[in-house]
């Protein structure tokens, strides 16, 4: 997997599923940020995207092998995660 191009590829999914569900719109931006590298403004692309050791180690940790997954499952995922990110915070508060 190009670790740029699947970051690009995770980050529109996460974008897709997130805009149609308005509830996680705080959750998932709060988690992507985050997630993102350090000094990510510094650096092309200028998103803010994982660090490829951090996102290769997610998503061989998700799926197994190579930690490839087609969009539609990682759809899913990322719903499913942010949810549960968004429950757990309300429980903390």
Not at 8 to 27: F, H, I, M
Not at 70 to 79: G, K, T
């Amino acid at each position: 997997m190009n670790d740029q191009r699947g970051a690009l590829r995770l980050l529109y999914t996460a974008t897709r599923v997130v805009a149609v569900r308005p509830k996680l719109w705080s959750s998932g931006i709060s988690v992507w940020f985050r997630m993102a590298r350090s000094g990510w403004w510094l650096r092309a692309p200028f998103l803010p995207i994982p660090a490829k050791k951090f996102l290769h180690f997610r998503l061989v940790t998700m799926y197994g092998g190579d930690g490839e997954a087609n969009a539609d499952r990682q759809a899913y995922d990322i719903a499913a995660w942010l949810e549960w990110c968004r429950s757990w915070r309300a429980l903390r508060l």
